[in-house]
């Protein structure tokens, strides 16, 4: 038993470097070869399912989330991951069912209630309707979006029962009538993305963005898919346009990241001094002054690569968690600045403040960080 565990924990590692890299495939044959070894191990069913769906493969993911589910209806990484899953396909009330059988065996699970309930909200769409016609239509053309609007209502049925051989032929016909519609053409990439089909899917999203190239719903689902096809610079890309208009999706971020960091040319610090460390803290904060988010946080990680006890670059890193308003996370690096230097002014008022503040916004950021180039 000892055996096994010590086992699955290197496995584990191995699998979660992977995924962090987007290396969808090697991930999948060590969590084939673990699902194999142990069929009836959830845990290992759940981490499959999702690098499945990561990679493409969506019907496949689902089916292995499902008997992950049969397995173990309690264990809490099956529920999440299953959860994220059947949102993501548009089968909500399965997901919504999922999370009130789990409670209801789990009442006092406080800190699940909270995660499943948080997957849930943040996936429910935030984008307007469709509307039937737009301004300055003809009595023709407005017929035309009518019947366009009906058949994509009716493909969106048949996707949420499954059905998407006739979800594909609703939409096809909904773009037909009103080639216009954005949404049909985004539509017919899910489902595409849905069935593995990732090139395909790929196709359609480019054409949904040259209808709508600031649709959230378009520019997330295009960078997810140009992910999968290891386009990483140009996901990346996209993903940058829509976290300028919804920079609170931290599911959005961590694929940012994951994509920044599969392009990135890997770095080590060996043989650097301190006085680099120092010089990666400066760039850091001028990146941050700069409004480059990402640039800072890589400066700043660098200089505790080369030297982990910078109390700047954490009290930095820690400015920039409060810029995504990951309040708890900046805390983290406030107090690990302080544990390197206790006698760092600028952590211990910043976390005097949160505290003095509580759930409230700890300061303005944005502010703090166009300072923070000259107040260290």
């Known amino acids: 038993m000892w055996e096994w565990e010590q086992a699955k924990k290197v496995d584990e590692d191995l699998v979660k470097k992977w995924i962090e890299t987007g290396r969808w495939s090697e991930a999948e044959a060590l969590l084939r070869k673990a699902a194999e070894e142990f069929p009836y191990d959830s845990t290992v069913l759940a981490q499959l399912g999702t690098v499945l769906w990561k990679s493409g493969k969506r019907q496949e993911a689902l089916?292995?989330?499902?008997?992950?589910?049969?397995?173990?209806?309690?264990?809490f990484q099956v529920i999440e991951a299953t959860i994220k899953v059947f949102v993501a396909v548009d089968r909500r009330?399965?997901?919504?069912?999922?999370?009130?059988?789990y409670m209801d065996r789990n009442p006092w699970d406080s800190e699940a209630k909270d995660r499943l309930e948080k997957i849930l909200d943040r996936n429910k769409s935030d984008t307007e309707p469709m509307a039937v016609s737009q301004s300055g239509r003809s009595g023709a053309a407005d017929e035309k979006g009518s019947e366009s609007s009906v058949l994509l209502r009716i493909g969106e049925e048949e996707f949420s029962r499954q059905h998407f051989d006739r979800a594909r032929m609703c939409f096809e016909l909904a773009y037909e009538k009103d080639a216009t519609n954005a949404k049909a053409l985004n539509n017919l990439g899910v489902v595409a993305w849905q069935q593995g089909d990732v090139a395909g899917a790929l196709e359609y999203f480019h054409k949904a963005l040259d209808a709508d190239p600031l649709d959230a719903e378009i520019l997330l689902n295009s960078a997810r898919a140009l992910g999968d096809a290891a386009q990483w610079d140009t996901a990346a890309d996209l993903l940058q346009i829509y976290l300028s208009r919804h920079g609170n999706d931290e599911e959005a971020w961590s694929d940012y990241r994951r994509f920044v960091q599969a392009t990135a040319v890997p770095w080590t610090p060996d043989g650097l001094s301190q006085k680099v460390a120092d010089v990666y803290v400066e760039m850091g904060q001028?990146?941050?002054?700069?409004?480059?988010?990402?640039?800072?946080?890589?400066?700043?990680?660098?200089?505790?690569?080369?030297?982990?006890?910078?109390?700047?670059?954490?009290?930095?890193?820690?400015?920039?968690?409060?810029?995504?308003?990951r309040t708890e996370q900046a805390a983290e690096m406030f107090r690990a600045a302080l544990?390197?230097?206790?006698?760092?002014?600028?952590?211990?008022?910043?976390?005097?403040?949160?505290?003095?503040?509580?759930d409230k916004p700890a300061f303005d950021a944005p502010r703090i960080l166009k300072q923070s180039a000259a107040s260290l």
């Open 286 to 325: 001028k990146l941050a002054a700069l409004e480059d988010y990402q640039g800072a946080i890589e400066a700043y990680g660098r200089a505790l690569k080369i030297s982990n006890d910078s109390a700047n670059a954490y009290y930095g890193l820690g400015l920039l968690e409060l810029n995504l308003g």
């Open 93 to 101: 009330q399965d997901a919504e069912a999922i999370f009130a059988a």
């Open 63 to 75: 089916e292995t989330l499902e008997k992950a589910l049969m397995l173990d209806p309690d264990d």
């Open 339 to 358: 544990e390197v230097d206790p006698s760092h002014k600028q952590a211990e008022e910043a976390l005097e403040e949160m505290r003095e503040e509580g």
